[in-house]
């Protein structure tokens, strides 16, 4: 059974840093891209970032590119998003989500629970 | 960026009902489109892909078509489950892009 847990939500200040991460399961992970999605309270699913199987392709969001970086470790199964300089905007339920294959250019078959980040002061 | 939007925003049924969402891209994206359904409090499932393939394990319910800019999500005999919020997806194109959802309603 394929699991994705997330972790390293929490409350922080507008411009500080916080690094999220995912713990994988239940399936060959450095077979597949993975991704992140964010949610804001209420609001609908925004793609963030996402990364091929060895990270040799990677592609963000505008609204995050220069302050958030996406990357795994394959020995560990696991994936991670360091965000800097958040900012209150960035406030939302943070998703890991599998790619159905191995590159970027792929949709999400499973998501995790997501984990929550809120910035504020 | 190519923009997604889904038609209606809202939709009020009754179980038994027989239900299309659309969904409309800003320019072509082949059948590069998906389709998630979202229930409060949980996160997306993944129900369709390639616009028509359905996700191993979704009932055959569900079934989506379309190919270039318009595309739609049709449910069958909705069951009281069904009810949930409803995201297409364009993946032809970084970034990936979403609609703003369709929030499907008990009447």
């Known amino acids: 059974e394929v699991q994705l847990v997330e972790s390293g939500g929490g409350l922080v200040q507008p411009g500080r840093s916080l690094r999220l991460s995912c713990a994988a399961s239940?399936?060959?992970?450095?077979?597949?891209?993975m991704h992140w999605v964010r949610q804001a309270p209420g609001k609908g699913l925004e793609w963030v970032s996402g990364?091929?199987?060895?990270?040799?392709?990677?592609g963000y969001a505008d609204s995050v590119k220069g302050r958030f970086t996406i990357s795994r470790d394959n020995a560990k199964n696991s994936l991670y998003l360091q965000m800097n300089s958040l900012r209150a905007e960035d406030t939302a339920l943070y998703y890991c989500?599998?790619?159905?294959?191995?590159?970027?250019?792929?949709?999400?078959?499973?998501w995790g629970q997501g984990t929550l980040v809120t910035v504020s002061s | 960026d190519i923009q997604m939007t889904q038609s209606p925003s809202s939709l009020s049924a009754s179980v038994g009902d027989r239900v299309t969402i659309t969904c409309r891209a800003s320019?072509?994206?082949?059948?590069?489109l998906a389709w998630f359904q979202q229930k409060p409090g949980k996160a997306p499932k993944s129900l369709i892909y390639?616009?028509?393939s359905l996700q191993s394990g979704v009932p055959s319910k569900f079934s989506g078509s379309g190919s270039g800019t318009d595309f739609t999500l049709t449910i069958s005999s909705l069951q009281p489950e069904d009810f949930a919020t409803y995201y297409c997806?364009?993946?032809?194109?970084?970034?990936?892009?979403f609609g703003q959802g369709t929030r499907l309603e008990i009447k």
């Open positions: 989500a599998k790619g159905k294959g191995p590159g970027v250019a792929t949709i999400n078959d499973y």
């Open positions: 239940g399936f060959t992970f450095d077979d597949y891209a």
């Open positions: 990364i091929s199987w060895n990270s040799g392709s990677i």
């Open positions: 320019q072509g994206i082949s059948n590069y």
């Open positions: 390639a616009a028509s």
């Open positions: 997806q364009q993946y032809n194109s970084y970034p990936p892009t």
